[in-house]
Each structure stands twice: as structure tokens, then as C-alpha cells.
């Protein structure tokens, strides 16, 4: 499957999720920082959805913090209703867009986990589709993910899915769901528990540190 046919299913079924919420739901705090459901739905229209004339203001409000920008910019468009979002993302769906150095894989595996960060807390079980998640987990432990996250925590170690064949890196294990190791490689700790492995706890701890540190916020 082309990865563009990926992403286009993955806006596709975030855009049925948003639909199907109702506005308790929607304004439910997401995994993902501060955000809630409907802003994390606001932030994955945020490229097809913001007139070029909002950025330098932006920017400037932000400090030139592209990380506030976005936060900010999520909460702005999400003043438009629920159902609106969740047309731009279908009439978007196979939009090319690709974001510096991550690339559509950063878009594939961005949709994937803020899928997660919507469901979990909704208590809404998902599955994620193998063939997309075995993309984003090579995508995940490669050189070009490093917007994701630092590389460090990772260091060293071998990342094995307990629900498909996939495994990456040498060193002691840490097995989970594809899921789980999605999240857990871009930040979640949440699923940090679900972790299994003779490298899960090494794997905690630096996350752990990670959390802690200077600065230190929820992705996005």
C-alpha cells in the first residue's frame, strides 16, 4: 500500500471518529498535553486549515516558540464546530502535504497516536491496522524521527511488538502492543506500565528523567 493511501485512511477514520462524538466527548483532555479531544482534531487540520496571514502573528505572539504557535493555533481552529473539522480532514484526505524532514511518515504515524491520545482517555478500544503501524514503528526508531522526540531513551535497546512481526535495535527487549511502543516512543507515559521486557525498566526510567526535565512538556 502507497503511504499516501495510508494517510488518506487514517484522516479518513479520525474524521468518523470526530463525527461520532458528542460534545461532553469532544471536550474530554486528551493524552496529548493540555489539549483536548476536539484541539487534537484541530491541530491535524492545522496544514489544509490556517491562512498564511495567521503565522507571522503567531510566531510573534509565541515568541518564536514553534511549540506555543502550535498549541495556540490548535485552540484557535478549534472554535469551528466538530462537524467542520472533520469535513476538512475528508476533503483533505489525500492532500501530498509533507512536513520538514519527517516527511508522510511523520503525517502517517502523527494521525496513528493522536488516534490513541483521543480514544484512551474516551475509553474507546481501537485497533490499529498493522501494515500502518509497522511504518510508523521503523519510522519511530530511525535517524528522521526526530521531531518525535529525542533518541536517547531509546539508546541501546531492542523494541519487539507482542502483536505483530516486528522488532528493531540490539540490546535488552521491550515488548508491548504496537500501540504501546507507539506511544511510549513518542512520550505517552501512560502506557508506560503495559511495558514488558529486560529493558522496559531501563526504558521507564529514562522516560521518567525525560519528564522531568527542564522544559519538559507533553508532545504534541
Known amino acids: 500500500m502507497a ?9 479518513r477514520g479520525f474524521a468518523d471518529l ?13 493524552l496529548c498535553g493540555a489539549w483536548t479531544v476536539k484541539e487534537v482534531a484541530a491541530h491535524l487540520i492545522a496544514p489544509f486549515a490556517t491562512p498564511p496571514r495567521w503565522f507571522l502573528p503567531l510566531i510573534l505572539r509565541s515568541r518564536f516558540s514553534l511549540h506555543r504557535a ?3 493555533l490548535a485552540r484557535m481552529i478549534a472554535r469551528r464546530p466538530a462537524a467542520e ?7 483533505n484526505e489525500r492532500n501530498p502535504f509533507v512536513p520538514p524532514v519527517v516527511g508522510l511518515y511523520g503525517q502517517l504515524t502523527d494521525l496513528q497516536v493522536h488516534g490513541q491520545d483521543v480514544r484512551r482517555p474516551l475509553g474507546l478500544p481501537h ?3 498493522p ?6 514503528l521503523d519510522f519511530l526508531v530511525s535517524r528522521r524521527s526526530v521531531a518525535f522526540g529525542p533518541r536517547r ?8 511488538a507482542t502483536d505483530l512481526e516486528w522488532a528493531r535495535g540490539d540490546g535488552p527487549e521491550v515488548r508491548g502492543s504496537a500501540e504501546a511502543l507507539m506511544m511510549a516512543l513518542t512520550g505517552r507515559p501512560v502506557v ?5 521486557g529486560d529493558g522496559a525498566d531501563t526504558f521507564r526510567a529514562r522516560a521518567a528523567r525525560r519528564e522531568a526535565g527542564p522544559g519538559a512538556s507533553g508532545p504534541a
Open 192 to 196: 508506560l506500565p503495559e511495558l514488558t
Open 85 to 91: 473539522l472533520a469535513a476538512e480532514l475528508r476533503r
Open 127 to 129: 485497533q490499529l491496522d
Open 70 to 72: 502550535n498549541a495556540e
Open 18 to 30: 470526530i463525527d461520532s462524538l458528542t460534545p461532553a466527548q469532544l471536550n474530554t483532555p486528551s
Open 153 to 160: 531513551p531509546r539508546r541501546g535497546l531492542r523494541f519487539a
Open 131 to 136: 501494515a500502518h503501524a509497522r511504518v510508523s
Open 3 to 11: 503511504l499516501l493511501d495510508m494517510v488518506a485512511a487514517e484522516r
